[in-house]
């Protein structure tokens, strides 16, 4: 018994003024939904994991927002009824296995029947107006428990603060230069990102020490991975990983194109490769990755297998 992957989507937006983080995540999420031909009122639990967004917003919280846009139970359910508790969940890059870790001992406790997991970053003001960080994009997943399968079965999460300052993310206030008028403010928040030589190459290096630690710990080898679903976490990332570890590329979820670059949505979209090529269905074992800054690297194995 354990938690199963009912449907997954992710799509790239298409870098417009227009395009919200709020926006992304909605169409993710009403599309998953479809694509499970599932009903929003079903949902018991929704987790947004979407870091970056329009104009550096942080309050209030998008979860609440997107819960209420797609229609997930709205107010307060009535006595024995089920409502949709939704939150937001920040841990870069690796917030959408954090999230599943969450949903899945909920799940198997019985205190939900159905958890989403919605992810969204835009292009964040950044000092320099022509420098590119990410590509917008949203993503959910849907998730429900199954008997006959044993689904998520082991996560672990391994930080190497030794590299977190090779990745660095945050607002700093700027004064507005000229004169002062009357009503205006006199200065804004911009986001600054930094990222120092040699960031991919330790990302490279801790996801390898990390897995083979956790493939270790669950009493499997490289060689039982049917499939690895790594997320684009940089570029380049995906094969260099692929060959430190020993993994045929045939064994690999590679996500498309339109989608590379991703931020919070990147496991969601190697995992849509995953499902639309059909491995996923194939695979006995697979192991899901994530990795970003801290550096943190998130890990998550999902068995086809009976319980």
């Known amino acids: 018994m354990g938690t199963r992957i009912d449907a997954a989507c992710a799509q790239a937006g298409n ?11 909605d169409a993710a999420a009403t599309n998953c939904l479809a694509l499970a031909g599932s009903n929003p009122r079903d949902v018991d639990m929704l987790i947004n994991v979407g870091v970056y967004r329009e104009d550096n917003m942080g309050e209030p919280a998008l979860a609440a927002l997107i819960q209420e846009d797609i229609g997930a139970n709205l107010g ?20 959408v296995i954090t999230a599943l870790q969450i949903e899945s001992g909920l799940l198997g406790s019985g205190v939900i029947r159905r958890g989403a997991v919605v992810a969204s970053d835009v292009q964040p003001d950044l000092q320099n107006p022509r420098a590119r960080f990410l590509r917008p994009a949203g ?7 199954d008997d006959r399968l044993a689904g998520f079965t082991d996560f672990q999460t391994e930080t190497f603060p030794e590299y977190a300052d090779l990745f660095t993310s945050g607002l ?15 200065g804004n928040h911009q986001m600054v990102v930094a990222i120092k030589p040699g960031y991919q190459d330790r ?17 499997l080898g490289v060689e039982d991975i049917d499939l690895l679903v790594p997320a684009p976490s940089a570029p380049g990332f ?21 989608l590379e670059g991703t931020y919070t949505t990147g496991p969601i979209a190697a995992l849509q490769a995953a499902i639309k090529s059909g491995r996923l269905g194939e695979a006995r ?8 800054a801290g550096i943190t690297v998130a890990l998550a194995l999902y068995r086809q297998t009976p319980p």
């Open 203 to 219: 990302l490279v290096d801790c996801s390898e020490e990390a897995a083979r630690r956790f493939l270790r710990r669950v009493g």
């Open 139 to 145: 993503g959910a997943m849907l998730l429900s428990w």
């Open 15 to 25: 870098g417009g003024r227009k395009t919200t983080a709020r926006r992304l995540a």
């Open 285 to 292: 074992n697979t192991l899901l990755l994530a990795a970003g």
């Open 172 to 186: 700093v206030w700027r004064e507005r230069q000229g004169i002062r008028l009357p009503r205006r403010g006199t």
């Open 238 to 258: 995906v094969d260099s990983l692929r060959e430190r570890l020993g993994v045929p590329g045939d064994r690999v979820a590679y996500t498309p194109e339109d």
């Open 76 to 95: 307060q359910p009535p006595t024995g009824g089920t409502g949709t508790f939704s939150f937001d969940l920040l841990n870069g890059a690796c917030g």
